[in-house]
């Protein structure tokens, strides 16, 4: 669920909306007159996002280097196995 509050609101009751936040898993969107509005989100949510990100730049890095494999552009190299110390 997503919930907008205006900034005074927050301000007021700020820890109720972080309980909110992490309790019952809830996105809140913080409302500033003249000014871009801000989002406050679980850090269980931040990590998820972020992980989101990293697997998606991941995914394009595979992407491209099958189609650099499909157009030729691959080097073979000659596997060289090292002995452990």
Known sequence: MMLAVNY????ENLKA???RVTDDN???IVTRK???N???????E???LQK???????????????????SGKGVAHEL???DDE
């Open 52 to 70: 989101a990100v990293k697997n998606a730049e991941y995914l394009r890095e595979l992407d491209r280097s099958f189609e650099q494999l499909r």
């Open 17 to 19: 909306y972080c309980d």
């Open 8 to 11: 005074s609101t927050i301000r």
């Open 80 to 82: 060289i196995e090292v």
């Open 38 to 44: 801000v989002v406050i989100i679980s850090l269980d």
């Open 46 to 48: 931040w990590n998820a």
């Open 34 to 36: 003249g000014e871009r």
């Open 26 to 28: 809830e996105t809140v």
